[in-house]
């Protein structure tokens, strides 16, 4: 089993920048992909960014955050990262990292999340 922990969310201005951490403990030997996820007020959970852990490969970004979003990880720390810059109004959300064992498999370990609010 891996744990993980979100931090780093908070308020800011439209336009303004926040960066998002995600350390995981346990069994990080088994992370396979790591991603961060996001549930705004009344909508579904939704993908925003994911990376395979060991090599650092980004696999993909939501079409939303694109050029403004930049997921990384310091796997000697264990830890994930969303650089989030010229943030909207409409990336208000908790954000949520998870991490998945196997490519096929579904991301089974997820953190309590952390809340963002762009104010405009």
């Known amino acids: 089993q891996v744990q993980l922990v979100e931090s780093g969310g908070g308020l800011v201005q439209a336009g303004g920048s926040l960066r998002l951490a995600c350390a995981a403990s346990?069994?990080?030997?088994?992370?396979?992909?790591m991603a961060w996820f996001r549930q705004a007020p009344g909508k579904e959970r939704e993908f925003v960014a994911g990376?395979?852990?060991?090599?650092?490969?980004?696999?993909s970004y939501a079409d939303g955050v694109k050029g403004r979003f930049t997921i990384s990880r310091d796997s000697a720390k264990n830890t994930l990262y969303l650089q989030m810059d010229d943030l909207k109004p409409e990336d208000t959300a908790v954000y949520y990292c998870?991490?998945?064992?196997?490519?096929?498999?579904?991301?089974?370990?997820w953190g309590q999340g952390t809340q963002v609010t762009v104010a405009s």
């Open positions: 998870a991490t998945k064992v196997n490519a096929g498999g579904p991301f089974g370990s």
């Open positions: 346990g069994r990080t030997f088994s992370m396979y992909a």
């Open positions: 990376l395979l852990f060991w090599s650092g490969k980004v696999l």
